[in-house]
């Protein structure tokens, strides 16, 4: 039999004369495995060619000719020094995600745990360079994961903050002593009252003029913390579902007209209120630090009523881009808001966040299951649901799918990114442009490494999903003392 061409030079031809000419050169070369190099004319797109070439698609590598101008790279907007391509494949620092979903299956959330050491390093040093006296906590509910909560404590980078007893027992199953735990829940039950009163040590926020009372009852003459309603909030591209305080009136802490009530029954269980809680929001970037100043200038007027304070506590809430037109949080201008506020007033300042140290570190790893067109649309399908990363499905934030080992000589085409769950809401990204997909590639979902794996759900029964935390720092880069004392809440 002749041999096919090197290259299969098509351009200049229609889709459908393309086709035929790829088909007469698999018929040529039948009974070999070398693939068909294809050089396509601006007319043709891959993915249409190889849907009209159905199982002959596989054998097809669409190439640039010597002179041609390459396809354009996709959106790059989220690569970073430890997160990018090497070799044409998607790294995590030094992890090849390509090999690594070949090794431990998928679904996987890749979490690297260096990645969120730097996050909580940054936070640390800008409130330092402010002149603001604080501690910080790791928001756990963001992600609970038994290998990241040990890895942050053996290091000492920071205390958690938990909002459930069932967090508060992880924590301490983890290796977290009471003293480097925060707790601010809601919604308190008569079990969780009991649970809180055996740790007196415990820094306990209440948010609820109820639970004061009863947790006053249960353990008279304690040091407590308040939740406060400044009803000034913010959130992601302003979303309602990610403010915590407004205009709306929520179920979160105690508002102005409420203090004195409060100061009432503490007084009754001879409680002293040592610290003010807030948080007004989840995912506030740079465009939302108005709002975020207005919500502090707010609690200050709460300042005054409790005459013990030694902390504020101003939750977390710091995000992470979603898009390419979003822009890292500045944590100078964040910090300086903080220090203008609070510093100077002899207030520690206590800050949770979650997203900020783990979203961005973290990823989901899937498979294509199939590639198909149709009508108007071509569908992407993906091994993982919405069920096991809610946050785009509930609070509309953006999700980045993205070729793990893209074929960039192949071109790119628009696709529905969706999962397999059988829900009109599984959709990761709708037309979202992309590398050429099929069956069996790999594609990562970026920012799954907060608020993914913890709020997982086991709709459909579809919620198995392997997790790897990446440990290549050095074993020895632990903070001196000093920095822990900063840091670490103890």
């Known amino acids: 039999m002749d041999a096919s061409p090197a290259i299969l030079d098509c351009r200049g031809l229609p889709p459908a004369l393309a086709v035929l000419r790829i088909k007469q050169a698999a018929i040529t070369s039948q009974g070999t495995d070398t693939p068909l190099r294809v050089v396509l004319g601006a007319g043709c797109e891959p993915q249409d060619i190889s849907d009209a070439l159905a199982d002959i698609a596989s054998r097809v590598r669409y190439v640039i000719a010597d002179g041609d101008t390459g396809p354009a790279a996709p959106s790059s907007w989220w690569q970073r020094d430890d997160l990018r391509y090497h070799g044409g494949r998607l790294h995590l620092g030094g992890t090849d995600l390509e090999e690594l979903a070949g090794q431990v299956g998928t679904p996987t959330y890749v979490l690297r745990a260096s990645r969120v050491r730097d996050n909580i390093h940054r936070v640390a040093a ?97 040091e407590i913390g308040l939740r406060i309603n400044p009803a000034v909030g913010v959130g992601y591209q302003d979303k309602e579902l990610l403010t915590y305080s407004g205009a709306a009136t929520t179920k979160f802490g105690i508002y102005p007209e409420h203090v004195d009530e409060a100061r009432t029954i503490a007084e009754q269980w001879q409680l002293r209120v040592v610290r003010l809680h807030m948080h007004v929001g989840c995912g506030y970037l740079d465009g939302q630090l108005g709002q975020l100043a207005a919500a502090f200038d707010a609690a200050g007027e709460f300042l005054d009523a409790f005459a013990d304070l030694r902390e504020i506590n101003l939750g977390g809430g710091l995000g992470v881009p979603h898009t390419a037109t979003d822009q890292p949080l500045d944590l100078t201008v964040w910090a300086d808001t903080i220090a203008a506020r609070f510093a100077g007033r002899g207030l520690r300042v206590a800050v949770e966040p979650g997203d900020y140290f783990a979203k961005d570190a973290g990823l989901l790893l899937t498979t294509v299951t199939s590639v198909e067109q149709r009508r108007e649309v071509r569908f992407a399908g993906l091994d993982a649901g919405f069920n096991l990363a809610m946050e785009p499905a509930f609070y509309g934030l953006p999700c980045e799918p993205v070729a793990v080992a893209p074929r960039w000589a192949e071109g790119e085409c628009t696709y529905t990114v969706v999962g397999n769950i059988n829900e009109t809401l599984d959709v990761w990204a709708a037309e979202h442009r992309m590398t050429l997909l099929r069956e069996g590639d790999r594609v990562a979902l970026l920012n799954a490494g907060g608020y993914a794996a913890s709020m997982r759900s086991d709709h459909c029964l579809r919620g198995a999903a392997g997790e790897v935390l990446l440990i290549d720092d050095d074993p020895a880069d632990r903070p001196q003392p000093a920095a822990r004392r900063a840091i670490g809440g103890q």
């Open 126 to 222: 800008a409130l330092s360079h402010a002149g603001v006296e604080h501690r910080i906590y790791y928001a756990v509910k963001a992600n609970r994961s038994p290998a990241l909560l040990a890895y942050l404590r053996t290091r000492d980078l920071c205390g958690v903050d938990v909002c459930s007893t069932g967090e508060l027992m992880h924590v301490l199953g983890c290796g977290f002593p009471v003293e480097a735990i925060s707790y601010t829940g809601t919604s308190l039950s008569a079990r969780d009252i009991d649970v809180l009163s055996r740790f007196p040590g415990l820094r306990v926020n209440v948010d609820s003029l109820s639970s004061l009372a009863r947790l006053g009852r249960a353990g008279p003459g304690r």
